[in-house]
């Protein structure tokens, strides 16, 4: 993992049944940035107990399990960030994330990434300094979001985007959905040793009740079907004569809605 500035904090909070919401405090400016708001208490305690005031929320899509804490979150000051293109579907937005551009959030500058697939207007944030992206129901644990909104192309390019991230680039994603993502991956590619020895520490953590949230990109890209879509190893290996990337993708993602 890169190093974290010094002063700055990541922390990982378990929410509902499967979700995860991420904090990032900056001690030096006395910010701390929530990253989607599936649930007020377990997020209301990390504050608490580590004396942080919220200043920030940030929205990555408008479904109800990233959003629907955010009317018991949002007290005076804090501003709730979201994509303008989905304003009519998210809380009132204090603050754009338009896609391809920036923003400063916890005094990092933060870079909005348009990943539509799962919703239309998805967005991600990549924080360089940080080593961090935020993706939400895009890029996911071994796994992608299911297609609820837009097409197998359109998810493949926003993957295509995170994919191009700096190596070890740490992937905050929105869900534990990591063990049935493992089952999936290991028919696809059964002869990845890769993916064998993550799918081993895989099963460990969910054993012993550790998150297996965040991963690194270095790890996704070795291992993630979805991201191998064009690697010439992952399309032997699933028996199509189908070679376009998109299409393969297409195939993919449909096979993990049937299995
Ligand atoms: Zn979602
Ligand atoms: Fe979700």
Redesign the pocket.
């Known amino acids: 993992m890169p190093p974290m500035p010094h002063g700055l904090e990541i922390l990982t909070i378990p929410c509902l049944s499967d979700?995860y919401a991420f904090l990032i405090h900056n001690a030096a400016s006395d910010e701390t940035v929530l990253i989607d708001a599936?649930e007020a208490a377990p997020i209301q305690e990390a504050l608490k107990a580590r004396g942080w005031t919220l200043t920030d929320i940030v929205l990555t899509?408008h479904?109800d399990?990233?959003i629907q804490a955010v009317p018991e979150l949002r007290s005076d000051g804090v501003k709730v960030w979201g994509n303008p293109a989905d304003a009519q579907r998210l809380p009132p937005l204090d603050g754009h994330l338009t896609p391809d551009t920036q923003v400063t959030l916890a005094a990092h500058a933060s870079h909005i990434i348009d990943v539509p697939g799962?919703t239309v207007g998805h967005i991600a944030l990549h924080i360089p300094s940080l080593g961090a992206a935020f993706t939400?129901?895009s890029l996911m644990a071994l796994g992608c979001?299911r297609l609820f909104e837009g097409t197998p192309d359109q998810m493949w390019q926003s993957l295509q985007k995170l994919r191009a991230l700096p190596d070890e680039t740490i992937i905050y994603s929105?869900?534990e959905y990591t063990a049935a993502n493992a089952k999936f991956a290991l028919t696809i590619e059964p002869g990845n040793p890769a993916l064998i020895s993550r799918v081993q520490d895989i099963t460990r953590a969910v054993a012993a009740g550790i998150p297996t949230v965040p991963s690194s990109l270095t790890i996704e890209r070795a291992t993630n079907p979805f991201l191998r879509a064009d690697i010439p190893e992952l399309i032997q290996s699933v028996h199509i004569s189908e070679t376009d990337p998109a299409k393969v993708f297409a195939h993919l993602r449909h096979a993990k809605d049937i299995f």
Do not use: L, R, S
């Open positions: 979700n599936p899509h479904h399990d990233h799962h939400a129901d979001g929105g869900h």
